[in-house]
């Protein structure tokens, strides 16, 4: 064992199946396993770029038909006491846009029940003084949005402060979501092309809450996560949980703030989630557990669209009902990464195989890239593919996917 691989065993946690081993090195009990689940290029990776460089910490959680097992690597300060605490499958961590997939399944679970169709257009759901931009008759549907096909930009343009790209309006309201929809100039046939848009699923998240007449954090909790016990995944944080379980996102070393996702689309980004919930997750829709969701997610996976992301390799790409699917005609590979300033996370599955990793980091993107470590983690890529790079070609604004 080489020396990373050692500083990598001695950082790490793993809880299998909520099972975990305490030893004692010096005056401190220390959770250590041996994490024979990650490759020791990985720890090597892991360790210098997040722990080390980064001055963060990661979750990585996995699961197949016999159980979950969770690593933990770093530690954050605690502000309820200010002390140094080892991150463990309960640390709350911010998720971004793998809260679009909540949206999406939101939206299949609608249409199951018959609320809603795919194919109506979204001014149906929207106040009349609402003009909704379309192409040579061809008008924006529920089905556009959730599966970035809408053509609506990254982001609305009038929602950064003083007009600072990346600068989010956190009061962002539902009159100026309007009012950008309505100045939108579509430049291509809905439905056409593949064009990343957190505007777009914000939009969706929106018009969901509107149709049922509940908040959208209320509904996504009502339908989606007290059904799969993903008690610990919610938007709004305690005062308990902000001081003993949420660590501070970091990049390059450095504590820096992280934007407030507006109530108003806050179905683009805003929820945070653990290791332990996000694996129940993973395992409904790898189906290794069954609810009354079983239906809508497996509508969810459904490629829809061709979509080019980046780093393919030998694998197609395609979206579905906002998950990221890649294939080589053999192997399905169903997975979603999420970042916001500070912050970094993927979740990723293998239907045919039943197996499923989570990532979960107080890292930037510029600092260590979700998908890739994900990839290598499902054997879909080698350890020469881990970078520091994020998935820039799909994304126009830094920090905020």
Request: net charge neutral.
């Amino acid at each position: 064992m080489n020396g990373a691989e050692s500083k990598a065993e001695a950082a790490a946690t793993v809880n299998n199946n909520d099972v975990s081993t305490a030893v004692t090195t010096g005056a401190q009990q220390q959770q250590i396993a041996s994490s024979s689940k990650i490759p020791s290029l990985t720890k090597e990776f892991i360790v210098n770029h997040i722990v080390n460089q980064s001055k963060s910490a990661i979750v990585v959680g996995f699961v197949d038909p016999n159980g979950t097992s969770v690593y933990s690597f770093g530690n954050y300060i605690s502000k309820a006491n200010n002390t140094s605490m080892p991150v463990n499958k309960d640390t709350i961590f911010r998720i971004g846009s793998i809260t679009k997939t909540f949206t999406a399944l939101l939206l299949a679970d609608m249409v199951k029940q018959g609320t809603v169709k795919l194919d109506d257009p979204i001014e149906k759901y929207l106040p009349t003084k609402v003009k909704v931009p379309e192409y040579n008759g061809r008008k924006i549907t529920l089905e556009d949005l959730a599966t970035h096909t809408s053509g609506l930009p990254e982001w609305p343009s009038n929602i950064w402060i003083n007009n600072q790209v990346g600068n989010l309006n956190e009061n962002y309201t539902a009159d100026q979501l309007y009012q950008a929809l309505s100045n939108t100039t579509l430049t291509r046939e809905p439905g056409s092309q593949f064009q990343y848009s957190s505007f777009g699923l914000g939009l969706l998240g929106h018009i969901l809450s509107l149709k049922a007449g509940e908040p959208y954090e209320k509904l996504v909790n009502e339908r989606i996560l007290s059904v799969l016990g993903m008690k610990d995944t919610k938007i709004t944080l305690s005062a308990d949980d902000i001081n003993t379980r949420f660590p501070t996102g970091h990049e390059n070393g450095q504590v820096i703030p992280t934007p407030t996702i507006p109530a108003v689309i806050e179905g683009a980004g805003a929820y945070k989630s653990t290791a332990r919930d996000m694996l129940k997750y993973v395992s409904a829709n790898l189906g290794l557990i069954h609810t009354k969701l079983d239906d809508a997610m497996q509508l969810t996976h459904l490629i829809r669209h061709s979509a080019p992301f980046l780093d393919s390799g030998n694998y197609s790409e395609y979206v579905g009902s906002d998950w990221r699917i890649r294939t080589n005609f053999g192997i399905e590979v169903i997975s979603h990464a999420g970042a916001i300033n500070g912050w970094n996370a993927f979740v990723g599955y293998i239907p045919a195989k039943q197996t499923g990793v989570v990532l979960l980091c107080s890292c930037d993107a510029k600092d260590a890239d979700m998908n890739s470590v994900g990839f290598v983690l499902l054997n879909v890529a080698g350890p020469e593919t881990l970078t520091a790079k994020t998935d820039a070609r799909i994304h126009t604004t830094p920090g905020l996917s």
